[in-house]
């Protein structure tokens, strides 16, 4: 078995009142025009994480100065699947945006975005994501002050 594609990304979220979360989702410019947070493969010799700042920075026009990684054992979480065949490995962090009307700036690889509910995000997103983000939702549920 070939060793897994990798790519990395951050899911990045915002606190409304209330403690409510709203997480951020691209559209993507080609194929079925699918949701995701920014994300994308690691470069030679990059890791993980470096890949996922520099992928939002460049899909999403956010600094690593405009939000803050949640750090402890629950991060990164991965997910596993096939793309075309071949084996994929996309890991994810959590990063709290810090001002909730932070610009967010595409790319040319996404038409669009959404700031979204956990509902609205997992009615958006491949079926494979959607335990990862009840994850996200517990964590922040339980962690967010």
Same mark, same amino acid.
């Given at each position: ?27 993507? &410019? ?34 690593? &100065? ?80």
């Amino acid at each position: 078995m070939s060793s897994p594609v990798r790519a990395a990304g951050l899911i990045v979220f915002r606190v409304l009142e209330k403690l409510q979360f709203e997480y951020l989702l691209l559209q993507t &410019s080609y194929g079925e025009n699918h949701w995701t947070p920014p994300k994308g493969h690691l470069d030679e010799g990059e890791d993980a994480l470096t890949a996922a700042v520099r992928e939002t920075e460049e899909e999403a026009g956010l600094p690593p &100065s405009s939000y803050e990684i949640l750090q402890g054992n629950t991060f990164p979480l991965t997910l596993e699947y096939p793309v075309k065949g071949k084996p994929k490995k996309v890991e994810y962090w959590v990063a709290k945006l810090k001002a909730p009307e932070t610009p967010i700036k595409l790319s040319d690889e996404h038409i669009n975005l959404a700031w979204v509910p956990l509902s609205k995000c997992k009615e958006m997103t491949h079926d494979n994501f959607h335990g990862l983000m009840e994850k996200v939702e517990q964590y922040l549920q339980a962690n967010e002050k």
